[in-house]
């Protein structure tokens, strides 16, 4: 039987952190992913750029490294204002594969946690695999393991496990898509002259090419640019009221012509929201091609494999963190993540989303990813109160989690 120190199921940003960390210092790690790519949220799902969070944030390196491999690659850029996390989402895939193998991480794709038997010391593990050279599936040979780390951000792992979950919250869904053939300078022109305000639309030149970042909302609390533009486009009949809810667009890192949607944020209670989500996509790619200068020859050239989840299963871990914890900044001993990241909160109602900053820097403790001393969550499934996860969600706080957990293990 195989015996690894540590098995982590899930490869997006925490789970691709920790392997990469354990693996480094030593640890015999196995990795399953279900997709055939690693990457999670940024490639599965198109989350870029990452969200900036504080300057003193702990637990980095592995987002340093990353960043690096991918700037050799023309896979990342700084944006003007510092944030590194300016990722080319396919590029990614192949930057994350690059290093995990470099320190000898073990990866099984398209493969998922079938069964877990615990004994008294391990766990011993059913892995089946989606063998579609054969079109079968394949039951692997059980592994036994010390540590298993949930890295699948529904918690998947803990459900198997019949662990006991925090109330149950949510928060709209999105499915992000990325257009091509855009004239970005055109664009950013147009757009830096409609929209005067800098914390809104931003854009800068780097290794010759341009970046750029605007937004709208359909909430009645802020002075939207674009808010003209989307009111003609409904009125027109190009896009619905619902399809305005929400829209943030992004440069993607080494291209000239590509930009990254964030949107559409699905509203609709529907049983198919890739099939809401892309008709969507459909309607707001047309009214870019008709109001927005620079994207009249443009069109849809990615659309997100995985929808874009801010929040599913909660585990109850050995410390639940809360927003008044985070509130105040309250300290402890043994912190995997340091952020000022606001309490970011969507909401399917108009004037109803919450961005709460937070005045202070705020820890997560290591025992908010600790299930039992076997087990272990990272990501957005981690044992905190609905408002406290909302902060934490996002990916470098999830890069953190996994280093941070990773150096925990190694040093048992």
Known sequence: MNKYDIIIAGGGTAGCACAYTAAKL?????????????????????????????????????????????????????????????????????????????????????????????????????????????????????????????????????????????????????????????????FSEWIMDLDKDRDVTSSCIIDGKTYLSTAYTWDKNKDWALRPVFRQGIKDGIITEEDSNYFQIFSVAGTYDSIAFNCPRIIKNTNNPYIEGRASIL??????????????????????????????????????????????GKKFENPVVISNYPIDVHSDKKDASTLEKVYQEYQLPIESLMVNDKLFVIGRCLSADFEAQAALRIIPSCFSMGEGLAKYLANL
């Open 283 to 328: 309607r707001l790619s047309k009214f870019c091609n008709i109001y927005l200068p620079g994207f009249e020859n443009a069109y849809i050239s990615s659309i997100a494999n995985s929808l874009g989840l801010r929040v599913t299963n909660r585990v109850k871990g050995k410390y639940i963190y809360t927003s008044d914890d985070l509130r105040k």
């Open 26 to 186: 030593g640890l015999k790690v196995l990795l399953i992913e279900k997709n055939s790519f690693l990457g999670g949220s940024i490639t599965s799902s198109l989350v870029v750029p990452a969200m900036k969070t504080s300057k003193n944030a702990i637990n980095t390196d592995f987002f340093n490294i990353l960043y690096d491999k991918l700037s050799e690659i023309g896979g990342a850029i700084t944006y003007i204002d510092g944030n590194k996390g300016w990722f080319n989402p396919e590029l990614t895939k192949i930057a994350l594969d690059s290093l995990l193998s470099e320190v000898g991480v073990e990866i099984i794709f398209e493969s998922y946690v079938k069964e877990i038997k615990e004994n008294l010391l391990s766990y011993i593990v059913t892995i089946e695999n989606n063998n579609r050279i054969s079109s079968q599936q394949v039951l692997l040979p059980c592994i036994e393991t010390k540590y298993i780390v949930d890295a699948t951000g529904d918690a998947k792992i803990c459900q198997k496990l019949n662990c006991e979950f925090l109330e149950k919250k949510s928060q709209p869904i999105n499915l992000r898509f990325i257009m091509s053939g855009v004239n970005v300078n055109k």
